[in-house]
Nanobody, 121 residues
Framework: QVQLVESGGGLVQPGGSLRLSCAAS????????MGWYRQAPGKQRELVAA???????NYADSVKGRFTISRDNAKNTVYLQMNSLKPEDTAVYYC???????????????WGQGTLVTVSS
């Protein structure tokens, strides 16, 4: 099976920084897109950032200029560097991976369990 394990969430003051990591475990041949969604209380889950295997990125307008997504294909790991954090960034952040190939099996979507980021003074 394929698992995504997130780390790096926690409590931070406004203006602070956090770095989230998400590692995909298993005998993975390839992953197309990796990224992060988040869901704040009372709101829909939204795409925060995504990155393809080739390095193309996509960001939500609300985080552009503050967040940076990157990945290490050799480690099947995606990172989210979050700077200048705002209270509005408070949410559960979910790692995801699309089109994960394991041997002869294609997983269209794989989701992590989520990690809580709280931005508060």
């Amino acid at each position: 099976q394929v698992q995504l394990v997130e780390s790096g969430g926690g409590l931070v003051q406004p203006g602070g920084s956090l770095r989230l990591s998400c590692a995909a475990s298993g005998s993975i041949f390839s992953i197309n897109v990796m990224g992060w969604y988040r869901q704040a209380p009372g709101k829909q889950r939204e795409l925060v950032a995504a990155i393809t295997s080739g390095g193309s990125t996509n960001y939500a307008d609300s985080v552009k200029g503050r967040f940076t997504i990157s990945r290490d294909n050799a480690k099947n790991t995606v990172y989210l560097q979050m700077n200048s954090l705002k209270p509005e960034d408070t949410a559960v952040y979910y790692c995801y991976a699309d089109n994960v190939v394991v041997t002869t099996t294609l997983y269209l979507e794989v989701w992590g369990q989520g990690t809580l980021v709280t931005v508060s003074s």
